[in-house]
């Protein structure tokens, strides 16, 4: 029997079951944020304490459910232009309907036309004088977004009610300085009521109080709006008269009437609840997933059936202090690059839920089929290793006179000892159990690496000011702008002239070439020539190695409970509907294609 069909079999034991417990179809206490079980779609692992405000302007909201802007946004409550799907690296319609450059020569300026039947949750029409009024307030209060989005946006215009104009920062040829990161705008910039961002201004006394205005009566356009929240749980209750029921849009109204989140102390209280049917989809690293199905024979499912059970969109990588005397050295980073056994780290960091360097050979692109086209896979095959190569690594140190000199077992770099700290933060279980393989790799070689766990805060410190040997760090996942600014992470000089720097390129690599391709690629529109600079990007890195992937990693975990819920997206099940939760980017179409199981 498939897994499927097994766990559909479950479900229907399991509803039963769930019902009689928890009494589906019954309100609890009045007051307490209690909502019928088999109207409720309950999520894990994205809200972890209580949320402060509902201001996406605010840099504190700590509201992971209701305004989430990474790599695909999450539109639950405000919505953005057009939603990301990482399956084709596209852009859909939402509150835009079409967007297009009015000169693909310069990319000087975009016209966005919106949908002409989408209006805010107060019923009045949304309007591109809405668009405009978001821009202009987040550069007002200077929101750490605002900030971001005038390096490349010098304003932005209403031309008629359903159309924007969007115009570009341009260099001293007339050219857009970054035109991706305005299309990544398009399904970023979360679309704000003019009217409402009025009354806030007129209620605070400056543009930084706008900034911390809990906005708990907040318009919005978005399918949910807040019902219920405490430090324990958050619920969002369907807005029935939501514009997106129109023909124009999703023609009807998502399924669940209410999503909910409690809010658990840690992983293992949220993976308890997932395993008893009290939690439906969940954004967890579950170790060894498959064995909920394959031994406790639960109703539950991944997005693939098989490793690695998910999509890996993002690439979490050892970082070389390229300033460090022995790290300065090629021979020596190549070396520990090459002797670090990968197999490993899949099978015990992450339990076989990535694929392998093996089957998808190591660059700077994520294993998605859009990025694994934008480069040629044969210039690249002398230059990628699969690791665990003792032997190789040893020559590679011995050719360039690398060596031991003193019999203690640790080469020697110009009479200094081979002898480093890798650095990640202190319970970051995957990645803490990565890095003790990366120093066990060293010592195969005669290279010393120490592990190195601080708390959270001082990791983050180390990084951004370069203060590290050698750092585990993550890079930008699946996004409309990759595999463009992952590459600038890796590779982009300018990033280590920062004082601090949150933005790429840790270890302070500088090479020449690499920025000068990546300053054209911003605004490169011609296939054959993005595909040789993307090659000769990678034929740099995987030369010079001021860093290595340890892994590859989905953005986000996928894993679904069909005891009450069935009908979620799959891979391959036609439905071009990627693994987001059900919550971003052109992952919300999930929740329109939802059913109840019945029991």
Avoid at 135 to 164: H, R
Avoid at 492 to 504: H, V
Wanted: with cysteine; glycine share 6%; hydrophobic share 40%.
């Amino acid at each position: 029997m498939k897994k499927r069909t097994i766990k559909m079999v479950a479900a229907l034991a399991s509803a039963a079951m769930l019902a009689t417990s928890i009494g589906v179809g019954a309100f609890a206490s009045e007051g307490d944020g209690s909502t019928p079980r088999n109207e409720t779609l309950y999520f894990g692992g994205q809200q972890w304490g209580a949320i402060n405000d509902w201001n996406p302007m605010s840099a504190n909201s700590n509201n992971a459910m209701g305004i989430q802007q990474k790599d695909s946004t999450r539109t639950l409550i405000y919505e953005t232009l057009f939603m990301y799907n990482l399956l084709d690296n596209e852009l859909y319609p939402l509150l835009g309907t079409e967007w297009a450059w009015d000169d693909e020569a310069t990319m000087a300026s975009m016209t966005v036309k919106l949908n002409p039947d989408a209006h805010w949750s107060d019923g009045t029409a949304l309007t591109a004088a809405d668009v405009v009024a978001t821009f202009d307030y987040n550069l007002k209060c200077q929101s750490s977004y605002g900030v971001e989005m005038s390096t490349f946006i010098t304003s932005m215009e209403a031309v008629d009610d359903q159309t924007v104009k969007i115009n570009s920062v341009v260099g001293d040829d007339g050219v857009a300085v970054n035109p991706l990161m305005i299309k990544q705008m398009l399904q970023k910039m979360y679309v704000m009521q003019k009217a409402y961002l009025e009354t806030v201004e007129a209620r605070c006394e400056s543009p930084e109080d706008m900034k911390l205005d809990k906005m708990e009566d907040l318009v919005a356009s978005g399918p949910y709006m807040p019902y219920y929240d405490d430090e324990q749980k958050v619920v969002f209750i369907r807005d029935e008269n939501y514009w997106g029921q129109a023909e124009s849009m999703w023609g009807s109204l998502p399924v669940p009437k209410y999503i909910g989140h409690v809010i658990y102390k840690d992983n293992a209280a949220a993976q308890t609840a997932l395993e008893q049917g009290e939690m439906d989809v969940a954004q967890l690293f579950l170790t060894d997933v498959q064995k909920m199905w394959e031994e406790k024979e639960l109703p539950i499912t991944t997005y693939i059936d098989e490793p690695p059970y998910n999509i890996a969109g993002t690439i979490p990588t050892c970082w070389f202090n390229v300033e460090k005397p022995g790290l300065d050295r090629v021979e020596v980073r190549k070396a520990i690059a090459m002797a670090t056994d990968y197999d490993q780290i899949l099978a015990s960091a992450m339990s076989n839920q990535s694929p392998s360097f093996a089957d998808v050979p190591r660059s700077m692109m994520n294993p998605s089929d859009p990025e694994q086209a934008s480069f040629d896979h044969d210039a690249l095959k002398d230059l990628q290793w699969i690791g665990k190569d003792i032997e190789g690594a040893n020559a590679l140190l011995d050719e360039a006179g690398i060596v031991d000199t003193d019999g203690d077992g640790i080469r020697e770099v110009d009479g200094t000892k081979l002898s480093f700290k890798a650095e990640c933060p202190s319970g970051w279980t995957d990645w803490n159990a990565s890095l003790e393989i990366v120093a066990a790799a060293g010592k195969e070689i005669g290279i010393e690496i120490e592990t190195y766990f601080p708390e959270a805060s001082v990791w983050t410190d180390d990084y951004t000011t370069g203060n590290f040997d050698i750092l585990m760090n993550s890079v930008t996942g699946a996004s409309i702008t990759n595999p463009f600014y992952r590459c600038k992470q890796f590779l982009y000089g300018p990033f280590a002239d920062l004082e601090i720097n949150y933005s790429g390129n840790y270890g302070h690599y500088r090479n020449a070439e690499a920025d000068e391709i990546l300053d054209g690629l911003a605004t490169e529109t011609d296939p054959e020539a993005l595909k040789a600079a993307y090659t000769r990007l990678n034929e740099i890195y995987l030369t010079d190695v001021p860093s290595f992937g340890l892994m590859y990693r989905p953005d986000m975990f996928y894993t679904v409970n069909e005891t009450v819920w069935t009908g979620y997206p799959m891979n391959e099940d036609g439905t071009n509907i990627p693994p987001a939760d059900c919550t971003d980017g052109y992952g919300i179409a999930a929740l329109y294609q939802l059913e109840l199981v019945e029991g």
